[in-house]
Nanobody, 127 residues
């Protein structure tokens, strides 16, 4: 599956953005999915993950209550609604497909358990 993230941009602190991750090549419903981000000079970190049917979601503590992950398998697209953005949310955001069948924490928060990384989309939050 090929993944392409989009929807990033420049926003003021407190604002909102919605990221999209479009899949091609294979149906998105075949995969559990995740969002990660990487700030300059830092390692790529887990943001959120969602099971293939959308029933189970996971969030990093730093975004819990502000970000919402969702998916529309009919549209072959996953989303990340980001509200109450903070300057520390500034990063390149990536979507990826989970490589295991069983979707459980903490494995599904591990960057090494994901594959098919799409190109990132840049999010910049100004203070």
């Amino acid at each position: 599956v090929q993944l392409q993230a989009s929807g990033g941009g420049l926003v003021q602190a407190g604002g909102s953005l919605r990221l999209s991750c479009a899949a091609s090549g294979r149906t998105l419903s075949s995969y559990h999915m995740g969002w990660f981000r990487q700030a300059p000079g830092k390692e790529r970190e887990f943001v959120s993950a969602i099971s293939w049917h959308g029933w189970n979601t996971y969030y990093a503590d730093s975004v819990k209550g502000r970000f919402t992950i969702s998916r529309d398998n009919a549209k072959n697209t996953m989303y990340l609604q980001m509200n109450s953005l903070k300057p520390e949310d500034t990063a390149d955001y990536y979507c990826a497909a989970y490589t295991r069948v069983y979707f459980t924490a903490p494995q599904n928060m591990n960057v090494h358990e994901y594959d098919n990384w799409g190109q990132g989309t840049k999010v910049t939050v100004s203070s």
